[in-house]
């Protein structure tokens, strides 16, 4: 939902640094990877300890590089499937690091088994969606459709965890993963009807 109405604001906002990027000869694809590296280094270096607060300060300072490099890379006009390839494959990695972050805080220091339960299945259906949409396409379908695509299951997760950090109570935190969690199962099940709808007809015609 919201990289449908977010997407155009948030390219603006960014087109400056992408531009500064590309000015210093900066690639997309380095822009890709650095951020990934911030996101995930934030997320396992914070979160696991319980530092909330600073692990979400850090990953919100690099999982914009996700809207930049896509920018850089029409800018330069240099957009590739190697590039797209990279881009989804490495926001796994980051979606991964976050999710699991939380995950080995409750599981360990954070003594809270529920929590540890749902991130793990935030983690586990947000791959799932992912993956929805991935196959579709590689069938040649597509599948952009969901009530929990990866920008709504982000800002879900980082503001409520931010807020936890600067001390709201932990049972915000799960009641919001439990909603994501079944946002991101009704977000599989509206793509896989979509794709059987596409299927169904193309087999028809
Ligand atoms: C007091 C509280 C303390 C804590 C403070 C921090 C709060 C943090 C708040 C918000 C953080 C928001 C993070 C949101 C980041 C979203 C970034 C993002 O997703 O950008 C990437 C996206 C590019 O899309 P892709 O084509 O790369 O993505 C594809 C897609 O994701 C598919 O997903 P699927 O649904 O299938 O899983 C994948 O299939 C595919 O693989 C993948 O490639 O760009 C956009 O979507 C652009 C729109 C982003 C909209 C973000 C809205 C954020 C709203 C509020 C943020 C407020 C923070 C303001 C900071 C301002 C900084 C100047
Ligand atoms: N290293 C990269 C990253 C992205 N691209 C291209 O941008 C598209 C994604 O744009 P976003 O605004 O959603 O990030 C992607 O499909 C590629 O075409 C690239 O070429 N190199
Ligand atoms: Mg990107
Ligand atoms: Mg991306």
């Known amino acids: 939902?919201?990289?449908?109405?977010?997407?155009?604001?948030?390219?603006?906002?960014?087109?400056?640094?992408?531009?500064?990027?590309v000015r210093l000869g900066i690639s997309p694809d380095v822009v890709t990877l650095v951020g990934t590296?911030?996101?995930?280094?934030?997320?396992?270096?914070?979160?696991?300890?319980?530092?909330?607060?600073?692990?979400?300060?850090?990953?919100?300072?690099?999982v914009f590089s996700d809207t930049i490099d896509g920018v850089m890379a029409r800018m330069m006009n240099r957009s590739s499937n190697w590039g797209a390839y990279l881009d989804s494959t490495l926001d796994r990695v980051g979606d991964s690091a976050i999710f699991g972050g939380l995950v080995l805080y409750y599981a360990g220091k954070g003594e809270d088994n529920?929590?540890?339960?749902?991130?793990?299945?935030?983690?586990?259906?947000?791959?799932?969606?992912?993956?929805?949409?991935?196959?579709?396409?590689?069938?040649?379908?597509?599948?952009?459709?969901?009530i929990a695509e990866?920008?709504?299951?982000?800002?879900a997760v980082l503001v409520t965890t931010g807020l936890v950090g600067l001390g709201l109570p932990e049972v915000v935190?799960?009641?919001?993963?439990?909603?994501?969690?079944?946002?991101?199962?009704?977000?599989?099940?509206?793509?896989?009807?979509?794709?059987?709808?596409?299927?169904?007809?193309?087999?028809?015609?």
Do not use: H
């Open 37 to 62: 590296l911030g996101v995930s280094l934030g997320a396992l270096a914070f979160y696991p300890r319980g530092e909330f607060f600073w692990g979400t300060v850090v990953i919100t300072a690099f």
């Open 114 to 146: 529920l929590l540890a339960a749902l991130a793990l299945a935030c983690l586990i259906l947000g791959s799932v969606v992912s993956y929805s949409k991935a196959r579709a396409e590689g069938l040649g379908m597509t599948a952009n459709v969901g």
């Open 150 to 155: 990866r920008a709504d299951r982000l800002v």
């Open 1 to 21: 939902m919201l990289n449908r109405f977010a997407r155009a604001l948030f390219t603006r906002l960014f087109t400056p640094i992408a531009t500064f990027f």
């Open 173 to 205: 935190l799960t009641v919001v993963l439990a909603l994501l969690a079944v946002a991101s199962l009704i977000t599989v099940f509206q793509r896989i009807l979509t794709v059987r709808r596409q299927a169904l007809t193309a087999a028809a015609e």
